[in-house]
Each structure stands twice: as C-alpha cells, then as structure tokens.
C-alpha cells in the first residue's frame, strides 16, 4: 500500500497517519521527495480502510497493491 501525503501537510498530520499505520500493525517505509511524501506500507494492509485513511488531515491519496497471484 502507498499512502501519498499532500505537499501541504504538517509534521503533526504525517505523525498522525504513522501513528495509525503502527496501531494497526503496519510497518512502513518514508520517502521524502521535493513535492510530496509517500509511505510505503507493509503488513496485513489488506484489513485497513482505504477510505479512512483518504480521510485523515494531509493524506493526498491511498493505493492499495495487489497481492502477487
């Protein structure tokens, strides 16, 4: 899973959103671009809501990556 964080968003809103990935028992992976971060996130993200996490203060947007067949 990718969450893509909004080039506006605080260091509080990016915290939020880790905090809520290790809640969930997600590790994830930081990369800070000019423009944007992303968090590549790792672990049982097939049970966390796409939706919600759309939703929390700075997030830009969620991809979901499929499971290799």
């Known amino acids: 899973?990718?969450?893509?964080m909004k080039k506006?968003?605080?260091?509080?809103?990016?915290?939020r959103v880790k905090q809520f990935l290790v809640e969930?028992?997600?590790d994830f992976h930081?990369?800070?671009?000019?423009?944007?971060i992303?968090?590549?996130?790792?672990?049982?993200?097939?049970?966390?809501n796409c939706q919600y996490i759309k939703q929390?203060?700075?997030?830009l947007d969620v991809y979901r990556i499929p499971p290799e067949e």
């Not at 506006?8 to 915290?15: G, I, P, V």
């Open 1 to 4: 899973m990718l969450v893509i």
């Open 8 to 15: 506006s968003a605080s260091a509080a809103e990016l915290d």
């Open 24 to 26: 969930q028992d997600c």
């Open 30 to 36: 930081q990369s800070t671009g000019a423009d944007r």
């Open 38 to 48: 992303i968090l590549g996130v790792v672990g049982r993200t097939l049970y966390l």
């Open 56 to 59: 929390l203060p700075g997030v």
